[in-house]
């Protein structure tokens, strides 16, 4: 078994904001693969179904951004699972508007909600699939620039990266995860005369 986890913050007024796009990319796969993610349970709303034949749980913890491990160690200890079966899915102000970038473990790269994870479980090594929000303008506050909306010219490029943040984690649970980061895990070209 899976637990699939997407970071964001509960409430109507946080649903469409970069900081969300965790909790954007599992109602994509709730979507796809027909899991009705509304149970509360483990400080979070979650549901069970199956991923190319793996069962797997869908949790968006209810704790806020900053307190995401709460929910996602509770479920862990539940279900007595071990680190490599735990993705992360969550928004990265480091990588551009839509991209995709799937690391095995490692640090929390900034996010406070893998921070969060990272403390709650004391180990690091578990997936996690980062999807592109864009970077903080010069003149932005961070908190601002996570909790804002995207712009009109970004909507094509972060609702394919939540599709392909979807598809990155499907590839992971079906043991697919070196295939997802060949795919996913694309590098700036770098000009010849740099």
């Known amino acids: 078994m899976y637990i699939i986890a997407g970071l964001g913050n509960p409430g109507r007024e946080y649903k469409y904001t970069r900081h969300n796009t965790g909790f954007e990319v599992i109602d994509k796969l709730a979507y ?36 995401s491990g709460t929910a996602v160690a509770a479920a862990m200890n539940f279900y007595k699972l071990e680190l490599d079966k735990l993705i992360v899915c969550c928004d990265d102000i480091n990588l551009p508007v839509g991209s995709v970038r799937i690391r095995r473990q490692g640090s929390d790269g900034g996010q406070k909600g893998l921070r969060n994870i990272i403390e709650a479980l004391g180990d690091d090594r578990f997936c996690r ?42 590839m992971i649970v079906k043991g697919e995860i070196n ?16």
Do not use: H
Not at 50 to 66: A, R
Not at 142 to 159: H, Q, R
Not at 179 to 194: G, L, R, T, W
């Open 129 to 170: 699939v980062r999807v592109g929000v864009g970077e903080k303008p010069a003149a932005m506050d961070l908190k601002n620039w996570v909790l804002s909306g995207f712009m009109l010219e970004e909507k094509d490029d972060i609702v394919k990266g939540m599709t392909d943040g979807a598809e990155a984690a499907c």
């Open 179 to 194: 295939q997802a980061m060949c795919k996913f895990n694309k590098k700036k070209k770098v000009k010849e005369d740099e």
């Open 32 to 67: 796809d693969y027909n899991i009705n993610v509304n149970k509360s349970k483990f400080n979070a709303m979650c549901g069970e179904g199956f991923i190319g034949g793996e069962k797997v749980l869908l949790l968006k913890p209810l704790t806020y951004m900053n307190l």
